[in-house]
């Protein structure tokens, strides 16, 4: 309960399992490393949120996939095992966490004699991959986006109608009253994000699709030993702190601005019932990028977590793309 560590891969001589801190931008946060073997493919995973920190719970669906590559997740700073009180919110931004991203690239090429890796972004996290992907494509062998945001406040708005949609349609009369009476964002009522979030999940299009939250997160973090018991209440203040030190700022994300031409490989993975990050703005943005390959894969019985919904088909999926990207370079 008080020890912070992560377990080892049974069978494995040639493999790793880390958690340790790495200094980004000149601040401590850390990182989790496991792999069977460390010679395999590179997949670094930038959680979503801001500051959905994930080292605590991940390791709990990634087990195949750490049979084919060496899969590191990093929580950002301000958020999980990387939230400190000495960081300010000043230090919060766009641009330093994607620069964040970036030195860590380059420290795991270089520690494990890679000149590429490959790139998995969530959510908000797809915003910095994208960001980073397109900068340093040198970097990175593909990018694989699972539920891509493209413009902050229109998907907050499209979100809130789908929600107040169903609520119609399902005929829940206090939803839709709770949803009709806090309006569409911003929201400036102090319980209105918690009334429209409580609503996305009972409707199906939040975090997860079907299922209970407690079970599908919560659980694995008590039982795995990545965080301790303090960490968990690390954990929660590093999500408030990092909403509201980048809060403004994600106002102002819009990647329809950008150039929309990447220099690798991108696949695109969406679960069906996504309301969180609607797909259909993501599939408009997909349409006009170009890049050497794309896909788009759906997730039938997902919503927006498709790696902890339906992780064995995204095992294969990521097994199959890498091997797709590998074998048309």
Same mark, same amino acid.
């Given at each position: ?75 950002? /700073? ?54 980073? *992907? ?15 945001? *493209? ?11 789908? $929600? ?54 919560? /659980? ?37 601005? $950008?150039?929309?031409?990447?220099? *690798? ?39 927006? $977590? ?24």
């Amino acid at each position: 309960m008080f020890t912070r560590k992560t377990s080892v891969i049974p069978d494995a001589p040639n493999g790793i399992s880390s958690l340790e801190p790495v200094t980004l931008g000149g601040i401590k946060q850390w990182i989790l490393l496991r792999g069977k073997d460390k010679n395999k493919p590179i997949v670094l995973c930038v959680h979503g949120g801001p500051g959905a920190a994930q080292i605590g719970f991940i390791s709990h669906y990634t087990a195949e996939l750490e049979k084919n590559f060496l899969i590191v997740n990093w929580d950002q /700073r301000g958020s999980g095992l990387s939230f400190s009180n000495k960081i300010t919110k000043e230090i919060m931004t766009i641009e330093q966490m994607v620069n964040d991203l970036i030195e860590l690239a380059r420290i795991l090429c270089k520690r494990f004699h890679k000149k590429k890796i490959y790139i998995l972004g969530h959510s908000w996290g797809s915003v910095l991959s994208y960001i980073a *992907v397109q900068r340093y494509p040198e970097l990175f062998h593909g990018y694989i986006s699972v539920s891509q945001l *493209v413009n902050w406040q229109q998907t907050e708005k499209v979100s809130y109608e789908l $929600t107040l949609q169903k609520a119609k349609e399902f005929e829940h009369k206090k939803a839709y009253m709770q949803l009709f009476q806090i309006g569409a964002p911003p929201w400036k009522k102090p319980n209105a994000e918690r009334i429209y979030n409580k609503w996305l999940q009972v409707f199906g299009g939040g975090m997860i699709h079907k299922g209970s939250f407690l079970k599908l997160f919560i /659980r694995p973090i008590l039982k795995r030993t990545e965080y301790h018991f303090f960490d968990l209440i690390k954990w929660l203040r590093g999500k408030l702190f990092s909403m509201s030190a980048l809060n403004k700022e994600l106002e102002t994300i819009d990647l329809n601005q $950008t150039d929309l031409k990447l220099r *690798v490989p991108i696949a695109f993975c969406f679960g069906r019932h996504d309301d969180t990050c609607p797909s259909h703005l993501a599939e408009s943005f997909y349409n006009k990028l170009q890049a050497p390959q794309k896909k788009w894969i759906w997730f039938e019985n997902s919503a927006h $977590t498709p790696i902890i919904e339906e992780s064995e088909f995204f095992y294969q999926f990521l097994v199959d793309t890498v091997h797709e990207w590998s074998m048309n370079k």
